[in-house]
């Protein structure tokens, strides 16, 4: 690898890390913050990445939420997703008992994540409300 890819590389690991933090900030503070990382971008010589960070757009608060929640409980969003596939294979297998069972599950972990969620939020000084729940 030449020098000019590496920091190349090293520069894109900057973006991605600035982008990591953006979307870990609360709405509310989200474009205060992304343009302060566009001028220091534009005042680090880094055009493009300046760019790139504008082109960020501030998640709506139930996108804020899902995303705090995966990042605090990956092994948990994990699973939730494993049950979504399985509840699509028994849909398309027909499996009325697997459904019946899986549904269950579902309703079951999407209240325990929807509760999850909504302390994590709380933590973080954010009000959700029910329809954002």
Same mark, same amino acid.
Do not use: C
């Given at each position: ?6 920091? =190349?590389?090293?520069? %894109?690991? *900057? ?5 990591? %933090?953006?979307?870990?900030?609360? !709405?509310?503070? +989200? ?10 971008? #534009?005042?680090?010589?880094? !055009? *493009? &990445? ?8 501030? !998640? ?6 899902? /995303? ?5 409980? !990956?092994?948990?969003? =994990? @699973? +939730?997703? %494993?049950?979504? $596939? ?5 849909? @398309?297998?027909? &499996?009325?008992?697997?459904? #019946? /069972?899986?549904?269950? @599950? ?19 000084? $954010? ?5 954002? @729940?």
């Amino acid at each position: 690898m030449t020098a000019r890819k590496g920091r =190349r590389a090293g520069a %894109e690991l *900057d973006v991605e890390a600035v982008l990591d %933090e953006l979307y870990t900030t609360a !709405p509310s503070d +989200f474009v205060a913050r992304r343009e302060t990382a566009v001028a220091a971008a #534009k005042t680090a010589g880094r !055009p *493009d &990445d300046a760019r790139r960070i504008h082109a960020a757009r501030r !998640p709506t608060l139930a996108a804020w939420a899902a /995303n705090l929640l995966l990042r605090s409980q !990956p092994e948990e969003s =994990r @699973q +939730f997703l %494993e049950l979504g $596939q399985a509840l699509r294979e028994a849909y @398309q297998s027909l &499996d009325a008992e697997g459904l #019946k /069972n899986l549904s269950a @599950q579902r309703r079951r972990v999407v209240t325990a994540l929807s509760r999850q969620t909504v302390q994590l939020a709380r933590e973080a000084g $954010q009000r959700l409300s029910e329809s954002v @729940q």
